[in-house]
């Protein structure tokens, strides 16, 4: 009677490793040492796993804060930034929506930021967005008196930021710079990098 075929062993062989390297038995270290094909397939997995590349920080794992609450304001970074404290915490906000020019854009980014610090009450309402990559809140800003204002779109309505169009899908935010745009406002006062800061720190990242 003739045994099985060479490829049927082989495979049995395998087989049998691999389940000696994945759910060892309590004597896997002599089955390991006495079997040369373990020892390759052990050498092989955890080289495997050795090899994979480390892991990069994604925007999912930054914890999720509330979508909406009352903060106190800390400090306006530019025109599309503030940092913020929200129940004894330290946020970083970047205004959804719009794009300020730099600072080093004079005079555009400290006129921007100037007129951020004047529409920006003490205490704000936050509403958060997303959490970028960095670790920064996305969120728009709104003040908590009855009139209940929206500073990230009141930047944009007076002429010191643009629409990030690219994120931002919102038409109020398309209108408002349409106007500015058409009564030359702020940044639409004359053609410049002013009106497109994302080119211009694009520009100066690639120097």
């Keep these: 009677m003739r045994g099985p075929p060479s490829w049927y062993l082989k495979k049995s062989a395998w087989s049998k490793c691999r389940r000696a390297v994945l759910r060892p038995p309590r004597n896997a270290a002599r089955s390991l040492s006495l079997n040369p094909l373990c020892r390759l397939t052990t050498a092989f997995i955890l080289g495997s796993v050795c090899a994979l590349p480390p892991r990069l920080p994604q925007a999912s794992d930054w ?3 509330p979508s909406s609450r009352i903060c106190t304001l800390d400090q306006v970074l530019d025109g599309d930034s503030m940092r913020l404290t929200c129940k004894g915490k330290s946020v ?3 205004l959804h929506c719009i794009d300020a020019p730099e600072y080093e854009q004079i005079p555009w980014g400290k006129q921007s930021r100037h007129h951020l610090r004047k529409i920006t009450p003490r205490k704000v309402e ?4 997303e959490i970028d990559q960095f670790g920064r809140t ?3 800003v709104y003040t908590t008196e009855p009139s209940r204002r929206f500073l990230n779109l009141e930047q944009v309505v007076g002429g010191h930021a643009a629409v990030y169009e690219h994120y931002c899908s919102d038409p109020a935010f398309t209108r408002a710079q349409r106007k500015a745009r058409k009564a030359g406002l702020g940044i639409w006062s004359k053609p410049g990098a002013q009106q497109t800061p994302w080119v211009f720190r694009h ?5």
């Design 63 to 65: 914890p999720t804060p």
């Design 92 to 94: 970083e906000v970047r």
């Design 126 to 129: 936050l509403k958060t967005i």
């Design 138 to 140: 996305l969120g728009e």
């Design 203 to 207: 520009r100066k990242e690639s120097q």
